[in-house]
């Protein structure tokens, strides 16, 4: 399933995603969160993946252990050389490419798609292990190639997941067919409060001070 949270700057889309992932969080529901930050060269994926795999920003060898130990988990043994090193150009962690790797990936688009049906498998493997949530905030910040890998993944990756993603109208501009494909689309509109809840949203703030 694809949620997607549409609202203008401080209308509550981040809040109200928080108070999700804390209550899913209590089911001991797997969450993983991501976001896109203005003018940075990490994308949401990265993000993404390093709360997966609990990878630091600038990740180290005990990272790079605990990746291959997770990605091996949820993979097993067959293939496991190809997609660590696919999904770990995602966050930055280079792994020796085997001989098919070498003479495919010169291509950069040929690369591209090689990396995306490799993170689509793993997360269909992943979810079949037990349901997943993937949370991504600020997507108006992401670029045109992080948001259609993350509408084909939406489209594209079976089981029990939900992309639960949260954008300024910006965004579906840009992406005018997004969630279209969608085994299950739903969009939720956050809309600026009317006056009087505005009012009463202040008188509570104030009552505390």
Known sequence: QLVTIVGNQG???????????????????????????????????????????????????????????????????????????????????????????????????????????????????????????LVLDDLQWAGEDTLQLLHDLAVGVGGPAVLLCAARPEMLVRMGGWGEGAVDHTRIDLRNLEGDDAEDMFKNLLAKV
């Open 11 to 133: 209308t509550g889309k981040t809040r109200l995603m928080n108070e999700l992932i804390t209550e899913l969080r209590e089911k001991q529901t797997r969450v993983f969160h991501g976001a896109a930050i203005r003018d940075q060269a990490v994308s949401a994926v990265a993000s993404l993946l390093r709360d997966r795999f609990e990878l630091t920003p600038q990740p180290d060898e005990t990272d790079k252990l605990r990746f291959t130990h997770e990605v091996r988990e949820v993979i097993g043994e067959k293939d496991v050389a190809e997609l660590l090193f696919l999904i770990g150009g995602y966050v930055g962690l280079e792994f020796p490419a085997t001989p098919f790797l070498r003479a495919v990936t010169e291509n950069p688009a040929q690369l591209a798609d090689l990396s995306k049906t490799a993170l689509k498998k793993f997360l269909e493997l992943d979810v079949a292990n037990s349901p997943l949530v």
